[in-house]
T-cell receptor
């Protein structure tokens, strides 16, 4: 059973560019959350998608947007990249309605903005 | 969001028990206590969670104070592979996770 997968593994972009990160949830999961983790810090919640809708959102600007597809996979888009967007971006999947909120995390995408 | 307080770092010897504390004095009645850990170069992984009673699983034990204002993650026999950052998180069902800086556990051979 494949766990959460993310692509690409690493990415280098230039300030001002746009980036798209992808996530495939664990088999059977229907909910995807995205987190940003700066070096030496804990992950920070960006947003969560369920039934193709954004269900919760953290304190991130509108430059951060997302999408969930009918197969439950998800994309994170970041526009007008800033140097401060350099971080590890983590995707986590879970199953809504299970009664236990256990999240499974992927290995992350390391984004470097130069 | 409810907040937790953990020591920045702890050290343990291999094959000895480790007790990782977490204070959460503002916990609400419906907050679950979750523990995740993050090994180097990996995403966080689930360790254990509980609501009111102590919990055991194959990875660890979770001891929850009677007033629920603190909890302790217990690794019964630390191995080198247990070296990681351990996060204590409070969340209602379905609520997003708020991670703090966690406790960096070093395991000495």
């Amino acid at each position: 059973d494949a766990g959460v997968t993310q692509s690409p593994t690493h990415l280098i972009k230039t300030r001002g560019q746009q980036v798209t990160l992808r996530c495939s949830p664990k088999s059977g999961h229907d909910t995807v959350s995205w987190y940003q983790q700066a070096l030496g810090q804990g992950p920070q919640f960006i947003f969560q998608y369920y039934e193709e809708e954004e269900r919760q959102r953290g304190n991130f600007p509108d430059r951060f947007s997302g999408h969930q597809f009918p197969n439950y996979s998800s994309e994170l888009n970041v526009n007008a990249l800033l140097l401060g967007d350099s971080a590890l971006y983590l995707c986590a999947s879970s199953l809504t309605g299970l009664g236990v909120y256990e999240q499974y995390f992927g290995p992350g995408t390391r984004l470097t903005v130069t | 969001d409810a907040k937790t307080t953990q020591p920045n770092s702890m050290e343990s010897n291999e094959e000895e028990p480790v007790h990782l504390p977490c204070n959460h004095s503002t916990i609400s009645g419906t907050d679950y206590i979750h523990w995740y850990r993050q090994l180097p170069s990996q995403g966080p992984e689930y360790v254990i969670h509980g609501l009111t009673s102590n919990v055991n699983n194959r990875m660890a034990s979770l001891a929850i104070a009677e007033d629920r204002k603190s909890s302790t993650l217990i690794l019964h026999r630390a191995t080198l592979r247990d070296a990681a950052v351990y996060y204590c998180i409070l969340a209602n069902y379905g609520q997003n996770f708020v991670f703090g800086p966690g406790t960096r556990l070093s395991v000495l051979p």
